[in-house]
């Protein structure tokens, strides 16, 4: 079946550190590969995608590459702030499975 | 605005005591799901709706039950709630396809029941 595994958390950084959370799927067929964000009492939202390898989906300073030889999909950022402490999810979708997998989620705080 | 709309955002209920929790989309969307959120364990499927008329179920669907009459509403049933339903739920959207569309998630209705 298919699955994330990410990081655990939680992680507390300071302010202009640099961000790294780890994500390997496993997946039958070929997934295209997300990354969601969840800000403090508030529903998920789409951070990034890759929708095949080696493509690099960014945002807001966010990167992530699909890496399909090691199954990964890490999630980096060079310089964090405060307003990036979230929840922040590894997801995949297979075509013709009508659901999204998503990882346990990581917790990260930054501190001022 | 582009957005889904659960309600309530919080319950507190007693075992065994019917609930609904509605979920509305207003983006024409033909793909609806219900996610509960647990510590650990990321979110899980429930249920999910392909269109109108169509569900079917995901990864937990025990206890629930949903109905899709309309396109723009997918209300979540609990008949008989249990303390191990309780939880955080997302309700989320997106268009048909492509089947890797953005999912869209409502703000999350926190459910305790005792």
């Known amino acids: 079946g298919n699955s994330v595994t990410q990081m655990e958390g939680p992680v507390t950084l300071s302010e202009e550190a640099f961000l790294t959370i780890n994500c390997t799927y496993t997946?039958?067929?070929?997934?295209?590969l997300f990354w969601y964000v969840q800000y403090p009492g508030e529903g998920l939202q789409l951070l990034l995608k890759?929708?095949?390898?080696?493509d690099k989906g960014s945002n807001k300073g966010f990167e992530a590459t699909y890496r399909k030889e090691t199954t990964s999909f890490h999630l980096e950022k060079g310089s964090v702030q405060v307003s990036d402490s979230a929840v922040y999810f590894c997801?995949?979708?297979?075509?013709?499975?009508?659901?999204?997998?998503f990882g346990a989620g990581t917790t990260v705080t930054v501190r001022a | 605005e582009a957005q889904v709309t659960q309600n309530p955002r919080y319950l507190i209920t007693v075992t065994g005591k019917k609930l609904t929790v509605t979920c509305s989309q207003n983006?024409?969307?033909?793909?609806m799901s219900w996610y509960r959120q647990d510590p650990g364990l990321g979110l899980r499927q429930i249920y999910y709706?392909?269109?109108?008329?169509?569900?079917d179920k995901g990864d937990v669907p025990e206890g629930y039950k949903v109905s899709r009459k309309e396109k723009r509403n997918f209300p979540l049933i609990l008949e008989s709630p249990s303390p191990n339903q309780t939880s955080l739920y997302f309700c989320?959207?997106?268009?048909?396809?492509?089947?890797?569309?953005?999912?869209?998630f409502g703000n999350g209705t926190r459910l305790t029941v005792t």
């Open positions: 989320a959207s997106r268009a048909g396809q492509p089947y890797n569309s953005p999912l869209h």
């Open positions: 997946a039958t067929g070929y997934p295209s």
């Open positions: 890759a929708t095949k390898a080696d």
């Open positions: 997801a995949l979708s297979v075509r013709n499975d009508y659901k999204l997998s």
């Open positions: 983006m024409n969307h033909e793909y």
């Open positions: 709706s392909m269109n109108v008329e169509v569900t």
